[in-house]
């Protein structure tokens, strides 16, 4: 079994549809080749200045992995708010909920955020990660009843080839129990042109694979999770307030700087429940709050 590859533009429904299924689906051409190359020399240069990771079982040692995206690279936006991505993300996430508030039966949604940002420079020699799923963050049980925590992408920087470590995936995992472990010889391999871009959701087993080739394999990977759930990488301290006014107000409350319709996240100002965002377009705001 493989991954299914789609066009970038396919509908909603399709995407969401195939990852229902599988666990994952490839889209092609996710960006164009221009932004594609800008990205790559952006990342490129500045992990260039990032240290072989420490961690022989896990995170690899001769894995280079840069977080802040958001803050270093101008091209995060494109990615966040690309179409295919949030509306699918959306479409996974915001499965409503019935609740009684009083005598009346009310339906609430879950908002989602950016959970986690990350460059992944994988170096000639790096071993096999092992196979996980993302969600185990937050101790997330399977099969999952309800709802599912993170839809997450992989955005190809360099082509993505079996011998220098593409990602590793196993269809039909986030169908699994706990009990069940992941086997290597289980999963496929996402090869994937630069542009392309996997998503998958919080319960797939993935990995990042084993680099034998003598090429340098780059991948951008970030996620949205339920907005409910603590952020797996702290925005708040790595934006500042400045960077934070410039994004549309969609992204700031992407990035964590917005209230729910169940008031999760607001700040009080007088007396008043309002929503972050509201408080940044205050010109006198920093982030040690209002300045009276």
Same mark, same amino acid.
Do not use: C
């Given at each position: 079994m493989s991954l299914t590859k789609l066009k970038s533009n396919s509908s909603i429904e399709e995407i969401v549809s195939i990852i229902n299924r599988d666990g994952g689906v490839i889209l092609e051409n996710f960006l164009n080749e221009n932004v594609t190359q800008e990205i790559y020399q952006e990342l490129s240069q500045q992990l260039n200045a990032i240290p072989d990771g420490e961690d022989e079982y896990f995170a690899g040692t001769k894995t280079r992995r840069m977080s802040r995206l958001f803050e270093r690279l101008p091209q995060m936006p494109q990615i966040a708010l690309h179409p295919s991505y949030l509306k699918t993300s959306k479409a996974i996430l915001q499965k409503p909920l019935l609740a009684w508030s009083g005598s009346k039966r009310i339906e609430v949604k879950p908002d989602i955020q950016v959970g986690v940002t990350q460059a992944i420079q994988i170096w000639p020699g790096q071993k096999a990660q092992p196979l996980h799923r993302d969600d185990t963050v937050w101790m997330w049980q399977h099969p999952v009843y309800g709802r599912e925590a993170r839809v997450q992408i992989m955005f190809a920087v360099t082509d993505f080839t079996e011998a220098n470590g593409a990602t590793q995936v196993i269809p039909g995992s986030h169908l699994w129990d706990d009990e069940r472990a992941p086997l290597?010889?289980?999963?496929?391999? $996402?090869?994937?042109?630069?542009?392309?871009?996997?998503?998958?959701?919080?319960?797939?087993?993935?990995?990042?694979? $084993?680099?034998?080739?003598?090429?340098?394999?780059?991948? +951008?990977?970030? $996620?949205?999770?339920?907005?409910?759930?603590?952020?797996?990488?702290?925005?708040?301290?790595? +934006?500042?307030?400045?960077?934070?006014?410039?994004?549309?107000?969609?992204?700031?409350? +992407?990035?964590?700087?917005?209230?729910?319709?169940?008031?999760?996240?607001?700040?009080?100002?007088?007396?008043k429940m309002i929503s972050p965002i509201e408080m940044l377009k205050n010109k006198k705001f920093s982030t040690s709050g209002i300045v009276s």
């Amino acid at each position: 079994m493989s991954l299914t590859k789609l066009k970038s533009n396919s509908s909603i429904e399709e995407i969401v549809s195939i990852i229902n299924r599988d666990g994952g689906v490839i889209l092609e051409n996710f960006l164009n080749e221009n932004v594609t190359q800008e990205i790559y020399q952006e990342l490129s240069q500045q992990l260039n200045a990032i240290p072989d990771g420490e961690d022989e079982y896990f995170a690899g040692t001769k894995t280079r992995r840069m977080s802040r995206l958001f803050e270093r690279l101008p091209q995060m936006p494109q990615i966040a708010l690309h179409p295919s991505y949030l509306k699918t993300s959306k479409a996974i996430l915001q499965k409503p909920l019935l609740a009684w508030s009083g005598s009346k039966r009310i339906e609430v949604k879950p908002d989602i955020q950016v959970g986690v940002t990350q460059a992944i420079q994988i170096w000639p020699g790096q071993k096999a990660q092992p196979l996980h799923r993302d969600d185990t963050v937050w101790m997330w049980q399977h099969p999952v009843y309800g709802r599912e925590a993170r839809v997450q992408i992989m955005f190809a920087v360099t082509d993505f080839t079996e011998a220098n470590g593409a990602t590793q995936v196993i269809p039909g995992s986030h169908l699994w129990d706990d009990e069940r472990a992941p086997l290597a010889s289980e999963a496929v391999t $996402a090869e994937m042109k630069s542009g392309d871009a996997l998503i998958w959701i919080g319960s797939t087993y993935h990995g990042g694979g $084993a680099n034998t080739s003598n090429d340098i394999r780059i991948g +951008l990977t970030m $996620a949205y999770d339920l907005a409910f759930l603590r952020q797996e990488e702290n925005h708040y301290l790595s +934006l500042s307030t400045e960077q934070i006014q410039k994004f549309p107000d969609e992204l700031k409350g +992407l990035l964590g700087w917005n209230m729910s319709s169940t008031f999760v996240g607001f700040v009080e100002n007088k007396g008043k429940m309002i929503s972050p965002i509201e408080m940044l377009k205050n010109k006198k705001f920093s982030t040690s709050g209002i300045v009276s």
